[in-house]
């Protein structure tokens, strides 16, 4: 029977909305929302067919036989490794306590069922991945705005000027964001973008400044000076909505171009034109904080700094730039309702909001939480669930972790693929991909908030089942079932949809329900109350900060240059990758099967190392991938760079298996090295030796 269905891409988690065509139960078409992406899906998307017979997946429950990590399963039916599950979970808790459980996930929408799910069972710790992607410029956003990174939503497609910093959206796919960049390049918009490598953002830039890695902040600072010398701010938005403003000024006055320059290697002259450009194009300017920064020890304050230079240029809900997202109320509508449990009352193990209160508690940060592990301290934890979530592959040093957790008494993985933590776990609950599931309803912020669903296209091909039955199960064998009120995705969804007046119907024209006929525009006289910080301003001093004993205005240091005949490790995306997960995806391991080094040509040279040849690149642990090098005139010497997500290491997973490098492996000793302000782990400062490979595989 041929069907099409609107639904929500699951090969990355931007979760673009798509339409999928299926005959017999087998998807034959896939392609981005008519009404909302005209068609475009990224070569990920496409992959997803791929997924579906993948026998390289979990096909049924398993639970571990031999050692962890050994790979030793036996087959399970869903009620028996429920029951398994659910009893060692009681007995666990019954011993060491209800707080013993961890559960983490990959964030997102969805979350909160997840959340609900550790809440309900008696633990406040429910932790998710952002130490590892976007805490420092969350908490910087917080600590300047009192709201976080998601308190802002950018209007690419009519603004003047895009400033990126290591935002390489090219490669770093989000293909709505993807289509307002190109939209504003065809209108004539400008784009400067920054790396310590040249990609394919840059190439698609207007200005391009390839800088000494970890020196952002310099670039920032320098910037800044010059943004005020020369009086090129937003005097009104400034006196009205910001405090600090003259400490600023003074903090900011030894920072010249001229000294910015000597640090990051950027012309002084070309951050003064740049500052000329931006003079002309403000406020339709946005400085985008991305998410990392690039995971340096300061990148805090140079996501700070951007946040900063975003309140001078008072682009604060104008159009082209920044917009204070809107949701159901701003359309005089009521949102769905959604499943919810409040946080027992229990120190969080990581100490979020307690012993570190400079922290969001929302999430907390999960190397913390491993921290707890080693220390015992406040308490044992004794499980970890984990919801799509691979803590193998997005923490560092995963023999470290593996370490850790000897603790614990039950690992289970929720997911997909057999991910690197879910090989080494107790059990897998193999979860039914995106395109043989249903979610829960969802809210979309922006200028034309709407609802957005994810609607099964084919049942499941294998004895897997959807996040909301798997929770629910769990939760009931726990005695907290009253959290997950239904017995369908149906009785979900009009649970969900009482209080907005809309049914599921209304999904079915475009595959989502617009909350407001057209989009909400800028409002940059209503402002008031939109700051969550203690004065309801923009604070460039933060009274929490300071209490946290932490400097709102940190002084410049200029990073480490790498021991003799090392460099700095440096990491990102590729476009037909998404982190770990796709790499044995058959299509797109067709497309790339490995991942490769690039290296400096100077530097190339001197070690005799030609493009293409097969390198050994080692940490400090000795942990050794050998992959082919990219030699290139544009990075700067002092980094190599790597695709992050290869070198994977479960052998089930027979296309990608130990295939290139893994960079978390190279991160020896990163685990423990977290901006102390910000909370992220500092994924980029670790340092690795490279040489010609005396055994390159044989291909
Ligand atoms: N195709 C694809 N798209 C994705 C993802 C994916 O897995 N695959 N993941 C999504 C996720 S979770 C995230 S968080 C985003 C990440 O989005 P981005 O942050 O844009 O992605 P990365 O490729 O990690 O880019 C990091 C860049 O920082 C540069 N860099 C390193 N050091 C420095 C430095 O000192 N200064 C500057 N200015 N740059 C530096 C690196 O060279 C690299 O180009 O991508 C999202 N989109
Ligand atoms: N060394 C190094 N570390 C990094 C990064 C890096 O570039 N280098 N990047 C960092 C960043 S930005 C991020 S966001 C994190 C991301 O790291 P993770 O949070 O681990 O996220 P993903 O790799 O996207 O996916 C995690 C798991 O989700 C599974 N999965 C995929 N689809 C589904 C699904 O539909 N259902 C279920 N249940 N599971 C599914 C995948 O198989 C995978 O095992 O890693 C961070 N850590
Ligand atoms: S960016 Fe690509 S993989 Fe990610 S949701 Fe969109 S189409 Fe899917
Ligand atoms: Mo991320």
Sequence with gaps: ????????????????????????????????????????????????????????????????????????????????????????????????????????????????????????IGSPNYTNHDDTCGRNTHHASLSINGVGRKGFQYDIKNSKHLVLFGRNTFDALRIPENRQILDMLDNGGRMTYVDVRQTKTSNKASRFFLVRPGTDYALLLGMLHQIIKDGVYDNDFVAKWVTGFSELCDFVQQYTPAWAAKECGVKEESIKEFIQEISEDRPNVIFHPGWMLSRYRDSFYASRAIHIINALMGSIEQKGGLLIPRGPGDCGKKGPRSLDCPKPDIERADGCGTRHNQYDKGPGLQHLTLEALRTGKPYPLKAWIAMRHDLFTSMPDPERQKDLLKQCELLVSIDVHYSEFGWYSDVILPHSTFLERDNHIVVQKGPKPRLARRKKVIDPVFDTKPGWEIFKELAERLGAGEYFPYNSIEDLWNWQLEPTGYTVNDFDKKGFISLTENPIPPQPDKLEGKFKTPTGKIEIISSVLTKAGLESLQPYETPDAPPEGKFRLVFGRCAVHTHSHTQNNPLLNDMMPYNYVSINTIKADSMGIKDGDWVDVTGDDGYSGTLPAHVTEYIHPEAVFMIHGFGRQVPKQTRTYQKGASDQRLMAGLLDKRDEAGGGLNLCESFVSIRRSENPPEL
């Excluded at 399963?73 to 060692?88: F, M, Q, S």
Aim: hydrophobic share 30%; with cysteine.
């Design 1 to 120: 029977m041929k069907n099409s269905v609107y639904t929500l891409c699951g090969m990355c988690t931007v979760r673009c909305p798509i339409r999928v065509e299926s005959d017999n139960n087998s998807i034959t078409w896939i392609e981005g929302n008519m009404h909302l992406l005209n068609g475009a899906l990224c070569a990920r998307g496409t992959a997803g067919r791929a997924l579906i017979k993948d026998q390289q997946r979990p096909q049924q429950p398993l639970i571990r036989e031999g050692e962890r990590g050994e790979g030793k399963w036996r087959t399970a039916t869903w009620d028996e490794t429920l029951d398994y599950v659910g009893n060692k979970l009681k007995e666990i808790q019954k011993k060491y306590g209800r707080e013993s459980v961890v559960v983490s996930s990959r964030g997102g929408p969805w979350q909160n069922m997840y959340k609900t799910f550790c809440h309900a």
